[in-house]
């Protein structure tokens, strides 16, 4: 059964059931994408992936033990895990925590080791082992479809809406049940507790783990001129620019200044003479580069030299002064 076709059964299930509709639980996309480049290189597995693109867990009137929390906390609980103290309780940077509560965790195994991703464990604070409860995201949900086709479920309200709450014995039950179908794991065979200790730790979960806390690569996304100078403002940035240009100074060998326009605004850049692809720029033209602001820059990305706004983006300001100040960004590519 594809994870579409699960997501479907389980929102039929939740509606029989008599929860609070199910269209509440519009997806987190904002959210979502700021999940993706933290984790990278790891990555979600594709069943997981597609449950949170379809929904926001958050909103769903369901509740689980532990229970699925949305993405910003479960971003959040990850990373506390990545930069805890020596000495401090965490679990391997290969394991996602999708559900918690009461320091109980479910954590599900992020593709990026080499090995197959998406075997999911129940873990909590204070010296327990990693158990493995299901093979898969997607067996997960079945098994919670199970518990509420079969009626191992209360519906409460909580905030003035109707929820429904699993029977936690019963979806262990399941679940167990579920797990000895689907041994041996093609990973763990059929050993289904791990030591929390990092000494016994599975190999593969040692490298996932350093995968995990390596600093990953800057964002190289698509932006405005506008959006990029608003996000270095905030700190170091990494991006995509793409519009006309126009050289403001050259030094032979070593570098050239241009300012880059496009329909938000226009900002000074520093092109080195050794970057890939330097070569192509010529005196005034169109250009895409890959550009980092490693601090915020004036406010609008404008140079002391020019005398005016850009009013169209054909058209800039004329030079009144050969003194420049340092450039807001530097090229590390032109593509």
């Given amino acids: 059964m594809t994870i579409d076709a699960r997501i479907e059964r389980l929102l039929a299930a939740l509606e029989s059931a008599g929860a ?7 997806p ?5 994408t700021s999940l993706d480049e933290a984790l990278a290189p790891l990555r979600l597995p594709e069943d997981l992936h597609r449950f949170y693109e379809r929904l926001n867990p958050a909103a769903l009137p369901l509740v689980t033990y532990p229970g699925l929390t949305d993405l910003e906390f ?3 609980g990850w990373r506390q895990h990545v930069e805890h103290e020596p000495g401090d309780p965490a679990n391997p940077a290969g394991l996602f925590a999708f559900a918690y509560e009461g320091w109980n965790h479910l954590l599900i195994e992020l593709d990026g080791a080499g090995v197959e991703p998406g075997a999911v464990f129940e873990w909590g604070f204070g010296g327990d082992d990693f158990k493995l409860r299901c093979v898969s995201f997607g067996d997960w949900l079945d098994v919670t ?7 191992d479920f209360e519906v409460r309200k909580r905030d003035g ?3 429904v709450v699993v029977d936690a014995e019963r979806w262990r039950l399941l679940a167990r049940d579920r797990l000895q179908e689907r041994l041996p794991h093609p990973l763990y065979g059929t050993e289904t507790a791990f030591a929390e200790g990092e000494e016994d730790w599975p190999e593969h979960w040692h490298r996932s783990d350093a995968l995990g806390r390596e600093t990953p690569p800057p964002d190289a996304t698509a932006r405005t001129v506008a959006e990029l100078l608003q996000a270095c403002r905030e700190g170091p940035s990494h991006a995509t ?3 006309r240009f126009m050289v403001l100074s050259l030094r032979a060998g070593q570098s050239t200044r241009i300012v880059l326009w496009d329909r938000s605004g226009k900002i000074d850049i520093e092109c080195p003479s050794t970057i890939s692809g330097a070569a192509r720029l ?4 169109e250009a895409k580069v890959e550009v980092e602001a490693p601090r915020a820059g004036p406010p609008d990305g404008r140079l002391a030299i020019w005398a005016t706004q850009v009013a169209e983006p ?10 420049v100040p340092q450039a807001v960004a530097l090229i590390v590519r032109v593509s």
Wanted: no cysteine; net charge negative.
């Fill in 28 to 32: 987190d996309a904002g959210s979502l």
């Fill in 282 to 285: 010529g005196m005034e033209g």
């Fill in 161 to 163: 809406r109707a929820v």
């Fill in 145 to 151: 479809i199970k518990a509420l086709e079969h009626g």
């Fill in 314 to 323: 054909n058209a800039i300001g004329d030079v009144i002064d050969v003194t």
């Fill in 241 to 243: 620019l793409e519009g």
């Fill in 74 to 76: 479960a971003l959040w």
């Fill in 20 to 26: 609070h509709p199910v269209s509440d639980a519009e």
